[in-house]
């Protein structure tokens, strides 16, 4: 079976990452999953956006932190330094606009970042994250991935119905399986750099999925099928869509 294509931030090369209209072309395109971002306003908010501060995707400047929903959504989440202003109507979404457009349509895949987490078991950014997906009705839907395992380990403990995913950038296979017991993750997601034999091997013995991140280049999409991936991450779903269809006709 070809991997599911997981759209980074939505269709990112083309629109504004975590933005409404990036995951709009996502879903157009024919993406299997949407993978986004989350942090906190000051007034414990839960955005979709993938920095903890405003100053590389809008128009505003500061931390998530020091500000408020509305504060943030007075700037353009357009992405300027890429898009110029052709986007410059798109804000912050919440955590709640985005599970709302994607339900029924595509199942979300839900990046922890781990400068949210804090030690807080109630009221932290888990907590909250997993009330909207609730409320959404979404929580057998989603996804909640992370690198840190603070956020795994919460998510499982309010959630348990939830599917969990544990990042990893820089680990051995070893690490790897001991991180998806440790949060009882079946599915692991280390970076494309980290992928080899040994670890494909490693998990299939041990029951997990494995998917991966960011491939962009349909060359490289090939080059990876020999690790059976369940998913692939890439800020050009289209184009690895394409691909797939290519090499093995329509899915």
């Known amino acids: 079976m070809p991997p599911l294509i997981i759209a980074h931030r939505g ?22 999953l949407i993978e986004f971002d989350i942090q906190l306003s000051k007034d414990g908010q839960v955005l979709v956006i993938h920095d903890a501060s405003l100053d590389r995707t809008t128009t505003g400047r500061g931390k998530l932190s020091d ?26 979404p919440l955590l709640a606009e985005v599970l709302g457009f994607l339900r029924g349509r595509a199942q979300a895949m839900i990046e922890i970042k781990s400068e949210s987490v804090t030690d807080a078991d109630e009221g ?11 409320k959404a009705g979404v929580l057998e839907e989603v996804a909640f991935i992370s690198f840190d395992r603070r956020a ?21 296979p ?6 998806a017991r440790a949060v009882a993750s079946r599915l692991v997601m280390p970076e ?5 034999e040994a670890l494909r091997d490693q998990a299939k013995r041990a029951g997990l999925i494995m998917a991966t991140w960011v491939v962009d280049d349909p060359e490289e999409l090939r080059a990876l099928a020999r690790f059976d991936l369940y998913g692939v991450g890439t800020n050009r779903p289209g184009a690895m869509l394409e691909a797939l269809h290519e090499g093995d006709g329509p899915r």
């Open 11 to 32: 269709d990112s090369a083309h629109r504004p990452e975590n933005t409404l209209a990036s995951f709009a072309s996502a879903l157009e395109l024919g993406a299997d």
């Open 67 to 92: 500000l408020t929903l509305a504060e943030i959504r007075g700037f353009s989440a357009g992405y300027p330094e890429r898009f110029g202003a052709a986007f410059a109507g798109e804000r912050v």
């Open 124 to 134: 932290g950014i888990e907590a909250l994250a997993v009330a909207e997906a609730r």
């Open 152 to 172: 795994l380990a919460r998510c499982r403990a309010l959630a348990p119905e939830a599917a969990r995913g544990h990042l990893f950038y820089r680990a051995t």
């Open 174 to 179: 070893e690490e790897v399986l001991e991180g």
């Open 192 to 196: 494309k750099g980290m992928l080899s």
